[in-house]
């Protein structure tokens, strides 16, 4: 696979298209009533906001996109909810929980 | 956002209905069979024989129970979990059940054609186990041969297969001035998270203790070590350290807590708090052949004995920390104290602290370390470890 060629941090931006990778799996827990995400030795609970965020990741929607849909959803300033969305997608970037092509 | 780890980590996060609250991760010793003799192996010195194994009903039994209790991730592992014919249908079961499926191997025995079989069944995620960089010295630790080059052509189909991996590196006396080196294997293989997991002395490697502590002085530059790679590999590795609690001042909080995220069946249905819970007198252990998994959960005797803060004495019970290190580990307390409800000894407040710590120099200081009691299935003796 080509990845690991190119095995370098992945800088998080307005243009980048984010992903969850197959083996990172965002469910619903209907027993805890709340969602998780799981990843390898790692559960996180995601709040609210990272569901809506996480749920957008499909490799083709922009964070620019996805903040401008969280803005008018939320009644927010744009660039406070995309510079939210960036730094919390590139947390879960360098963990390994999303893939920002 | 939060992060529960049902493995290593643990938020610092007080307790809310630890005793209702269902586990996250189930650790399921499938088999105490390994090709390797690793001397820190964390399987009880009495190994299950494989004619008294769960069969593979009984496991895949246990893997639909995990589920409906609200298990989220199910760590596969042994001994060494490869060796039983029918793990296919177990992950197939345990993938279909909704579990997030991890298999933890020494990889010595598997096949690129099993791997990918696995990962079309459903299986999430390979940690692969090494015992050191060096040919001679992996041997050395293993008392297996040509273990390292089999394990990188596993790193390698993991990869070639799109499957995430973690390098889990066991760290002691005899590789921990390799870490650097180790580190870059990781990196080399393609991993996107490494264990570099300081031994912790339990069963076999409590018995050789003597043999496997490092220095102080090695332990504090290992930590620098990783942080400065943490740092530099941000964004491509994930690093998880485990650090040896003889030399620390809190203990760590075992397990998260008692009985509060992670559960351990054994090759023979055993349900344990944690894999070296047996060391601890007193307990009943219920089996999964008698008795459901989500009861034993809420109920069973032995995870009822230590759990919350209840069964704590002084210094634990008034202590600030109660809620998160929870007294640290009851099979420490027990080894080292006799008591497993007195404080860890890895605790700075615990009468018996400055005495586990001067264990740890003492032994770690000696020019020349007592020869390794490898783990073996039939009795042991001792064989020179140079």
Redesign the interface.
């Known amino acids: 696979?080509s990845?690991?060629a190119t095995?370098?941090?992945?800088m998080v931006v307005p243009a980048s298209k984010p992903a969850l990778?197959?083996?990172i799996?965002l469910?619903h827990?209907p027993?805890?009533g709340r969602w998780?995400?799981?990843a390898?030795?790692?559960?996180?609970?995601?709040?609210p906001i990272?569901i809506e965020i996480l749920k957008r990741c499909d490799g083709a929607t922009s964070v620019e996109e996805i903040a401008t849909e969280l803005a008018k959803d939320y009644n927010a300033p744009l660039q406070e909810i995309l510079a939210d969305t960036i730094s919390?997608l590139q947390?879960?970037?360098?963990?390994?929980v999303i893939k920002a092509a | 956002?939060?992060?529960?780890?049902?493995?290593?980590q643990f938020s610092e996060k007080p307790v809310v209905e630890a005793c209702a609250r269902?586990p996250?991760?189930l650790l399921a010793e499938l088999t105490h069979r390994c090709p390797l003799q690793c001397p820190y192996c964390s399987n009880p010195l009495e190994l299950d024989r494989v004619n008294s194994e769960l069969t593979t009903e009984q496991w895949q039994d246990v893997m639909r129970q995990a589920a409906d209790l609200?298990i989220?991730?199910i760590?596969l592992s042994g001994g060494e979990p490869t060796v039983r014919k029918d793990l296919e249908d177990i992950v197939e079961v345990a993938a279909k059940a909704?579990l997030?499926t991890?298999l933890i191997t020494a990889g010595v025995t598997l096949t690129r054609d099993r791997l990918k079989r696995l990962k079309e069944l459903g299986l999430?995620?390979v940690?692969l186990s090494i015992q050191d960089v060096d040919d001679a010295n992996a041997e050395k630790i293993s008392a297996y041969k040509n273990g390292l080059a089999k394990k990188r052509e596993v790193g390698k189909w993991v990869?070639?297969l799109?499957?995430?991996l973690?390098i889990n590196a066991p760290i002691h006396r005899l590789n921990i001035e390799n870490l650097p080196n180790i580190i870059d294997f990781a990196?080399e293989m393609?991993a996107?998270?490494i264990e570099v997991a300081n031994i912790q002395y339990y069963a076999w490697a409590l018995k050789n203790r003597a043999a496997l502590m490092p220095t102080r002085a090695q332990v504090l530059k290992s930590a620098e070590i990783v942080e400065e790679a943490k740092q530099r590999l941000?964004?491509?590795m994930?690093f998880?350290f485990v650090v040896p609690d003889y030399y620390a001042k809190t203990p760590k909080p075992c397990m998260g807590g008692w009985g509060r995220g992670v559960m351990n069946v054994t090759p023979q249905g055993r349900v344990l708090p944690c894999h070296a819970s047996e060391s601890v007198p007193g307990l009943v252990f219920d089996n999964v052949k008698d008795r459901r998994l989500a009861d034993i959960w809420l109920n069973g005797q032995a995870f009822q004995k230590y759990r919350g803060t209840s069964w704590m004495k002084e210094p634990c019970k008034s202590c600030p920390r109660a809620e998160l290190d929870f007294g640290g580990c009851r099979c420490q307390a027990m080894a080292f104290t006799g008591d497993a409800a007195n404080t860890d000894p890895a605790c700075k407040l615990s009468p018996y602290h400055e005495a586990f710590v001067a264990a740890a120099e003492r032994e770690s200081a000696e020019a020349t370390p007592p020869p390794f009691v490898y783990r073996r299935m039939s009795p042991t003796k001792a064989t020179p470890a140079e």
Do not use: C, W
């Open positions: 696979m990845t690991d095995r370098t941090r992945v990778p197959p083996h799996k469910r827990d027993g805890r998780h995400v799981l390898p030795e790692r559960v996180f609970e995601p709040d990272s919390m947390e879960l970037s360098d963990k390994g | 956002m939060n992060e529960i780890a049902p493995m290593e269902a996250v991760g609200g989220l991730q760590h909704g997030y991890n999430d995620h940690q990869r070639e799109e499957m995430p973690t990196v393609g996107g998270r941000k964004g491509v994930v998880d």
